[in-house]
């Protein structure tokens, strides 16, 4: 018996000297090898809908900067601007960014008035002609062929004019079609017309589609009978759910600083999210957030605004 016990006596003391070096492990390190979860990150609590759109680069830079730490509010892709107001009205987010003419008449619409306009997406107005993408032809080439515009009195028509009439172009020969901003594109996709008389923001979505420029002038600003500034100079309008006002403050100090970011920095967050080439985007303005001003108040009134400080 003394022999065996002998014989088992390292092992013995092999064994006790495991338990003791594992022990003093674990309380060096409490949560290694625990089978007890951690306390689960609540989810961001604001959510905000959006469409993709080059125009969006605030957003996408803004939710960049969230990443590695606590997001203190969530993108929710949706799709399209009406999509997104349905979701506003049923609760399924609380604040979106929808196309600004379409933003006038989800205000309008029932359900609408819980609502409200807390900031705007903006982008150079400008005045821009582009030419369907497989037309090869110059300023000069446009007697006879069809381009679209938004109204006969439109500030961009008349400032196009001008600027073809200087350059030598018989303008009296060039056909118009008028429709709206919206439908030129598809338009001029479906061959339907040969160029579009559109302004920049919308040159930015043309371009990308293959077709090309022909003629830009950045100087010209909105603001006109068909064209109020307020609402021509928005390209988006930050809609929000009247219970989500509080919450969204973070949100809006976010979209400002992302504004306030170099230019490069922006586009590099647009190209990264929807794929754009960062040369296209570098020959193109920036868009930036802002809040609402007295313009907008103005055009919409003060009970469709809300005003965050």
């Known amino acids: 018996m003394n022999r065996k016990r002998q014989m088992l006596a390292p092992w013995i003391v092999l064994l006790f000297t495991t338990i003791l070096l594992c022990a003093a492990c674990r309380k060096q390190n409490p949560h290694q090898g625990s089978l007890q979860p951690g306390p689960a990150q609540s989810p961001p609590s604001v959510r905000i809908g959006y469409g993709d759109s080059p125009l969006l680069g605030p957003l996408y830079a803004a939710d960049e900067r969230q990443a590695g730490r606590p997001r203190a509010w969530q993108a929710v892709p949706i799709g399209s ?37 807390a900031g705007a997406v903006q982008f150079p107005y400008g005045a821009t002609l582009v030419i369907r993408k497989d037309l090869n032809i110059r300023l000069g080439d446009l007697a006879g062929r069809t381009i679209a515009a938004q109204e006969p009195d439109c500030k961009l028509l008349h400032q196009f004019r001008r600027d073809a009439k200087r350059l030598g172009v018989d303008v009296d020969r060039i056909r118009t079609r008028f429709m709206s901003f919206d439908e030129m594109v598809p338009a001029l996709e479906a061959g339907k017309v040969d160029a579009v008389l559109v302004k920049g923001s919308y040159a930015v979505l043309a371009e990308h589609l293959g077709h090309k420029v022909l003629y830009q002038n950045w100087d010209i600003k909105a603001g006109d009978e068909c064209c109020p500034a307020a609402l021509a100079q928005s390209d988006y309008f930050l809609v929000v759910r009247g219970g989500a006002v509080e919450a969204l403050k973070p949100v809006v100090q976010s979209l400002l600083a992302a504004s306030a970011l170099p230019p490069a920095e922006l586009r590099k967050a647009v190209s990264k999210r929807l794929g754009y080439s960062r040369e296209d985007l570098e020959r193109l303005p920036t868009a930036n957030f802002v809040t609402v001003g007295d313009d907008l108040r103005k055009e919409l009134g003060d009970g469709r605004c809300l005003v965050l400080r």
């Open 81 to 117: 601007g009406g999509d997104i107001g349905y979701s506003l009205i049923s609760g399924a987010v609380d604040a979106g960014f929808v196309e600004t003419n379409k933003a006038v008449k989800l205000l309008k619409a029932p359900g609408g008035e819980t609502l409200k306009v």
